[in-house]
């Protein structure tokens, strides 16, 4: 089969080599750079048999019935909260996202947010550029080692990050609730997870089961001395009740990936030193967005040259 009788809709940005070898496979529709995007939905919709979409865009359940032919999405990154899978499980559509390849780099930056919290580095490099030493020495931070790390969510980044702790001599204690016995001490809830550890690091999925679970009573129960990081989404935080107990220093700090309303980071959260703010950055490194972007890639090919996907969504 030829599959550039194919017809592909693109509905996100994704990094131009692949939309390269996309475009290469398939006949390409790219409704993201469309200036009419009603216009290529209304000349088009009817041959789309296939999307390709990113995580934090997804696809929701509008545009899915507006695809009457649509087989297969293939999503370019691991969480599926903005994918409407009831509806695409409807109409028997297949899903896949590319879970895994991102877990290193994601939690590479859980330890990274954990060191520049705890150790003030972020804080400390900001000192040093503006040659505050010279008025008297930066002020003593709090170690990482020995510390207990919380860890809500242990699936792949959760492990991840699990192993990275331990080398710094860290115990762990987790929550999940699809997990009983992972070989650390687990909790019943959010809430007695952050009451027993340091740092509270979050790895959990997105989507209405954990809406803003991470509120002022897990907050409080994190404590004076504790850290709150958040690598998954900005959804689990209720952003207002986070300011709050960092105004009201209920909290030691927070290391933030993910916002609840990207890329747009609440003004209020750039008055504290003791918060690190990325731009949700975790699995972008050459080499991984290029593992995911080959993930992506192969399931829609697979499933059209062969019936087969690699990473389908259960
Ligand atoms: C990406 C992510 O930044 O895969 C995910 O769910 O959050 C990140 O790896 C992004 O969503 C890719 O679109």
Redesign the pocket.
């Known amino acids: 089969m030829n599959t550039k009788d194919i017809n592909v809709m693109v509905i996100s940005a994704l990094p131009p080599v692949m939309l390269a070898e996309l475009e290469q496979l398939f006949t390409i529709h790219n409704y993201w750079l469309a200036d009419d995007k009603a216009d290529l939905l209304r000349k088009t919709a009817i041959s789309i048999k296939g999307v390709v979409t990113?995580?934090?865009l997804g696809i929701d359940a509008h545009m899915i019935n507006a695809l009457p032919s649509l087989e297969i999405i293939s999503i370019?990154?691991?969480?599926l909260d903005a994918v409407d899978l009831t509806a695409a499980k409807q109409r028997g559509i297949i899903v896949t996202h590319?879970p895994r390849v991102?877990s290193e780099c994601?939690a590479d930056t859980a330890l990274a947010l954990m060191l520049n919290v705890s150790r003030r580095y972020c804080e400390a490099d900001r000192f040093s550029r503006s040659n505050t030493w010279v008025k008297g020495p930066f002020p003593a931070s709090s170690r990482m080692h020995g510390k207990i790390c919380g860890i809500a969510g242990l699936g792949h980044v959760g492990h991840a990050v699990a192993k990275r702790a331990q080398a710094f001599n860290m115990p762990i204690h987790y929550f999940d609730p699809y997990l009983q016995d992972a070989g650390f001490k687990r909790f019943d809830s959010v809430t007695a997870l952050a009451e027993s550890c340091d740092f509270l690091v979050l790895t959990l999925p997105g989507g209405a089961d954990t809406f803003h679970l991470v509120g002022s009573e897990v907050l409080a129960a994190l404590g004076k001395e504790g850290i709150l990081v958040n690598v998954a989404r900005g959804s689990i935080v209720d952003t207002s009740a986070l300011i709050n107990a960092l105004k009201n220093n209920e909290i030691l700090g927070a290391g933030l990936d993910v916002f609840e309303d990207e890329p747009n980071i609440p003004d209020e959260l750039f008055q504290f030193d003791n918060v690190v703010l990325f731009p949700?950055l975790?699995?972008?490194t050459h080499e991984t967005r290029t593992d995911?972007a080959n993930l992506a890639l192969n399931n829609i090919k697979g499933y059209f040259e062969r019936g087969e996907v690699l990473t389908p969504v259960k």
């Open positions: 990113r995580s934090h370019f990154g691991v969480g590319t991102l994601v949700h975790a699995s972008n995911m």
